[in-house]
């Protein structure tokens, strides 16, 4: 070993950071770039004449623009710290966007930042640090052996400029030769430019970082005209509003899916909705969406996080607010209200010490709701079909489908058994709204219930090669974007809003989106306000005339 150590010691390469950097910005455009190339490969684009000229054009410029990158960011000082660092998040970039075809933007940067350490935990797998190993360590083994060649300030300054020029250059000469190509493959495939890394997590990371950190401190108040108009003598109002994870709407027993995912909901007097379309393709967009009043139909991100949510609205009309949470919080929804997280909690009737089932969220509601005076929502966060880890996400006694895949590296099992390991979480999911169902009529002596359930995004269970979720929008497959909602209403409640119960199953065959949330739980809430949708609004077309004044008109 000695002996090794001290040959390496006399073998290392000496020579300028400019060449290190450009060694490196070719085994990012060469290597890390697989899933990129391979999407541009199966792209038109790949059959058309000159394709080999836009290959490389593409190369060069994907090599040149990094080079350049790099040459801002490494020196002979920082090269130890920065170039190790990149090589080794870009090589879990790389292993992700192969492995399960996600693509990186601002939208999943926030995601990554967002993840707690027992999701996270859930993606390290084998594969994972294999590709760490060998496309993260194994050069950055080679970046410390390289020792930069001495030379003045003033020189290394001077080389510096002339390399970021000449990056510039060609990157320059590569897009103009292939401009019209280039171009007419970027408007085609929108979401090419998310896999050419590693510039796509630094661009969406340094995007990510910059939204972080704006914003008002203080949340401009939404509805200023809102006032609550409850009928005398009205009873208590409780609404339940579960809010799912990562529940398509192509699964979901009740939408006509071949297995029955949905069983006690189906023996239920419920109104599903079988074409939802969702705010975004991750909880970080999708849950404040739903919460706001701009909703997809106007979505502004920074309005969104500028504005008071749905939450805040009702408190400031004096409705009791409590957020249950088995999941990685409320991302600012239900900030300065009521919240409880089941996240770390001891109940080894549903934990086993690293996550939770989401029966926990239903532990010690009843006395919890009892305890409120008047009319109250409560927020249900569930960690649903969260993914990779589907198996874990329900009891034993509702591993229905098999078989299932036991393990977290999905491409390690089959598209049945992901499947079936998928389908057993919607049970479980189905099980939990209805026992919710069941607390709620528990109720029903002294209080009028609702109970309104929606998932936040879907998820890709290989379809094209593409799992789990977080593909741009603009691009998604419905099966990131269509969920299910669903919505039971007490019969008290449905008398004392007039509500026809055949015609809201009619209404419900009407496409809808996230949006129709807001106004509906604004109307379930005796709410006015200009913002009120009637449109959205689930209930509003299905009162019957001889309705008695009670909701609103």
């Not at 001495?150 to 970021?164: E, K």
């Not at 009205?234 to 192509?250: F, I, M, S």
């Not at 004392?496 to 015609?503: I, K, V």
Request: with cysteine; aromatic share 8%.
């Amino acid at each position: 070993m000695k002996g090794l150590a001290a040959w390496l010691r006399a073998h290392r390469p000496q020579a300028g950071v400019e060449w290190l950097v450009l060694l490196c910005s070719l085994y990012f455009a060469a290597v890390s770039n697989a899933a990129f190339w391979s999407a541009f490969h199966a792209s038109a684009a790949a059959r058309a004449p000159g394709a080999w000229a836009l290959g490389l054009g593409l190369f060069l410029a994907i090599a040149a623009l990094h080079a350049a990158l790099l040459l801002v960011l490494v020196n002979r000082w920082s090269k130890d710290v920065v170039l190790p660092l990149l090589l080794s998040v870009t090589a879990a970039a790389a292993f992700y966007m192969q492995r399960y075809h996600v693509y990186i933007d601002t939208d999943m940067v926030v995601n990554v930042l967002a993840t707690e350490r027992k999701e996270a935990g859930e993606l390290i797998t084998p594969g994972l640090l294999l590709a760490l190993l060998l496309h993260g360590l194994v050069p950055s083994l080679l970046v410390w052996w390289w020792q930069p060649a001495p030379r003045p300030l003033r020189r290394g300054f001077v080389a510096h400029a002339l390399g970021i020029a000449l990056a510039l250059g060609i990157a320059a000469a590569a897009i103009g030769f292939n401009f019209q190509s280039m171009a007419s493959l970027m408007r085609n495939e929108k979401a090419l430019r998310h896999l050419v890394t590693p510039g796509n997590w630094m661009v969406a990371l340094a995007k990510a970082l910059h939204q972080g950190g704006t914003g008002p401190a203080v949340r401009a108040p939404i509805a200023p005209d809102a006032r609550r108009e409850r009928p005398e003598g009205a009873r208590p109002r409780v609404l339940l509003l579960v809010v799912g994870e990562t529940v398509r709407a192509a699964n979901w027993g009740l939408n006509g899916y071949a297995r029955q995912t949905t069983p006690r909901l189906a023996a239920l007097e419920g109104i599903n909705y079988p074409e939802v379309e969702a705010c975004g393709t991750n909880t970080e967009v999708s849950v404040p969406c739903l919460f706001s009043e701009q909703g997809l139909r106007h979505y502004d991100r920074n309005l969104v996080k500028g504005s008071e949510s749905l939450l805040h609205l009702l408190h400031r009309l004096g409705i009791e607010i409590l957020w249950r949470d088995n999941q990685t919080g409320c991302k600012g929804v239900c900030d300065g209200l009521p919240f409880e997280s089941f996240l770390h909690a001891d109940l080894p009737e549903y934990c086993d010490g690293s996550r939770c089932l989401d029966g926990v969220l239903l532990h010690g509601l009843k006395s919890r709701i009892e305890a409120m005076e008047g009319d109250a929502v409560v927020v249900l966060h569930m960690l649903g079909n969260h993914g990779p880890a589907y198996h874990a996400r329900y009891p034993e006694a509702f591993r229905r489908f098999t078989p299932a895949c036991e393990r977290n590296e999905l491409g390690k099992c089959s598209r049945e058994e992901i499947t079936n390991a998928y389908d057993n979480a919607i049970l479980y999911t189905d099980a939990v709204l209805a026992d919710a169902v069941a607390l709620l009529e528990t109720l029903s002596a002294t209080r009028d219930t609702a109970l309104l359930y929606v998932s936040d995004h879907g998820e890709s269970l290989g379809e094209a090669g593409l799992y789990l979720h977080g593909v741009p929008r603009i691009v998604a497959p419905e099966a990131q974007t269509r969920v299910p909602l669903w919505l039971w209403l007490s019969p008290s409640l449905r008398e004392a809003e007039g509500l026809d119960l055949a015609c809201l199953r009619r209404e419900a065959a009407k496409p809808r989106s996230h949006d129709a949330v807001f106004s509906t739980v604004l109307d379930l809430m005796h709410v006015e306000s200009a913002v009120l949708d009637p449109a959205q609004d689930l209930l509003g077309a299905c009162r019957r005339s001889t309705a008695s004044g009670m909701g609103m008109p």
